[in-house]
């Protein structure tokens, strides 16, 4: 069954810095790969997915993921935060339908100032 | 454009009390999921339900849970029997169609259920 790890509970980063959250991934077969971004008190929205083709994919928001199959990875980057990106972000991987999908703990950011 | 609407967005059950959770999916969705939220967990998938079908409940508690998606109204989740185990946030989410890919998920801002 496919899984989904992300090592980060909690980065902090400055306003303007550049962002990297790690995302890994466990799946025999090519795997459908997404980040998601929950705002407090909010439901999940779909930030990028990933199902074939192009290992960069761009995003809503500015952000952007590489699939890097070699690492099992799927890291979330983008070149400047802003402070409303704090936020916590779900990476989840999926066998090719919604009931399948698996998600990660979560990563928890914090924008200073 | 109405998007997923769950309520209560809060609600509090004393232990041995029934919690029922509400789910309407977007405007012409017909698939619905229910997703628990642990702190520091992620969310677990729970029960994927289209108009009064159970599709797939391999994440539904084996006692106690039980999910409804009836023809007319919205998708049901109900936990009898409430524990302290069972606080957690419940969301769902809704989708147009299962296709061969996958059809956007759309969620709601969840109910945090809460047990005293």
């Known amino acids: 069954a496919q899984s989904v790890t992300q090592p980060d509970i909690h980065i902090t980063v400055s306003e303007g810095a550049s962002l990297e959250l790690r995302c890994n991934y466990s799946?025999?077969?090519?795997?459908?790969l997404f980040w998601y971004v929950q705002s407090p008190g909010q439901g999940l929205q779909l930030l990028l997915k990933?199902?074939?083709?192009?290992?960069l994919v761009q995003g809503i928001k500015g952000f952007e993921a590489e699939f890097k199959r070699s690492q099992s990875s799927f890291n979330l980057r983008k070149p400047s935060v802003h402070w409303s990106d704090a936020a916590e972000y779900f990476c989840?991987?999926?066998?090719?339908?919604?009931?399948?999908?698996?998600f990660g703990a979560g990563t928890r950011l914090t924008v200073k100032p | 454009n109405a998007g997923v609407m769950q309520n209560p967005r809060h609600l509090v059950r004393r232990r041995g009390q029934e919690a029922r959770l509400r789910c309407s999916p977007m405007?012409?969705?017909?698939?619905v999921y229910w997703y628990r939220q642990l702190p520091e967990e992620g969310l677990k998938f729970m029960v994927y339900?289209?108009?009064?079908?159970?599709?797939?409940e391999s994440g539904m508690p084996k006692e106690r849970f039980s999910a409804e998606f009836p023809k007319e109204g919205p998708s049901i989740l109900r936990i009898q029997q409430v524990v302290r185990g069972d606080s957690a946030a419940y969301f769902c989410?809704?989708?147009?169609?299962?296709?061969?890919?996958?059809?956007?998920?759309?969620f709601g801002n969840g109910t945090r259920l809460t047990v005293t």
């Open positions: 799946y025999g077969a090519t795997p459908y």
């Open positions: 339900l289209q108009k009064e079908n159970i599709i797939d």
């Open positions: 990933y199902f074939s083709g192009d290992t």
């Open positions: 989840a991987v999926g066998a090719g339908n919604n009931n399948d999908m698996r």
């Open positions: 989410a809704s989708s147009p169609g299962q296709g061969t890919h996958y059809s956007p998920l759309h």
């Open positions: 405007k012409g969705h017909s698939h």
